[in-house]
């Protein structure tokens, strides 16, 4: 008889916990506040995505501002010309100074040319003073607004008809009086994102802007 009667018997209530007691979480409760998580996670990683580039860009724009601001100083220091250029579409730029014919002269008139050939002097020279530089990850110049003027036709025709190299941008220059060329320099993130270095070349101030991408030589 006990044993019909606990077969039929009403299911059993849970036990209630005893105090300090604590009950354990089910695998259906862990897979569910798993799957919560990954919703949520996946609804975040945009925004930290497009944030991060967002830093990276605001990085990379810092970094040319700053190299525009120590070309200009250096020129004024050192009495020789700076310029800075970049690779389309890459991170890497270079700030390097201006050779001109009358170095070769100066060095000579010194008599630093015993036994050693002046170009070669005033080409290590050069090359001691020239800066490598890199953006942020996934950040890379996009174009550039250089306005002409007659030095930078002068120093062209120094060189023997311009002061282009090949792969490099037109350069900005940076000149011992303080002043520098009318320039904008336009940097891209992965996103798609862009800001710009605007260089005023009355004052050499360099200022980070939005991209006036309707100006005439922008990306």
Do not use: C
């Amino acid at each position: 008889m006990s044993t019909y009667s606990s077969l039929f018997s009403p299911l059993r209530t849970p036990r209630p916990l005893v105090a300090g007691e604590r009950r354990g979480f089910t695998l259906l409760e862990i897979l569910l506040v798993l799957a919560i998580l990954v919703v949520l996670l996946g609804m975040g990683a945009p925004a930290i995505f497009n944030s991060l580039q967002g830093h990276r860009l605001t990085v990379s724009a810092e970094t040319v501002r700053n190299e525009f601001m120590r070309a200009r100083v250096e020129a004024m220091e050192t009495g020789r010309i700076r310029m800075f250029r970049y690779q389309q579409e890459t991170g890497n730029f270079t700030v390097a100074p201006f050779v001109r014919s009358n170095d070769e002269l100066e060095n000579n008139m010194a008599g630093t040319s015993q036994g050693i050939g002046v170009s070669s002097l005033v080409q290590e020279s050069a090359e001691q003073e020239t800066l490598n530089g890199l953006l942020e990850e996934g950040v890379a110049f996009a174009g550039e607004n250089v306005e002409a003027d007659m030095r930078s036709y002068s120093l062209g025709q120094e060189q023997g008809g311009d002061l282009e190299i090949s792969g490099w941008s037109h350069p900005i220059l940076f000149y011992p009086d303080g002043t520098t060329s009318d320039a904008t320099v336009y940097l891209r993130g992965d996103g798609g994102t862009m800001t710009s270095v605007k260089l005023r070349g009355l004052t050499g101030i360099a200022r980070i802007m939005e991209p006036d991408l309707s100006a005439s030589g922008g990306p």
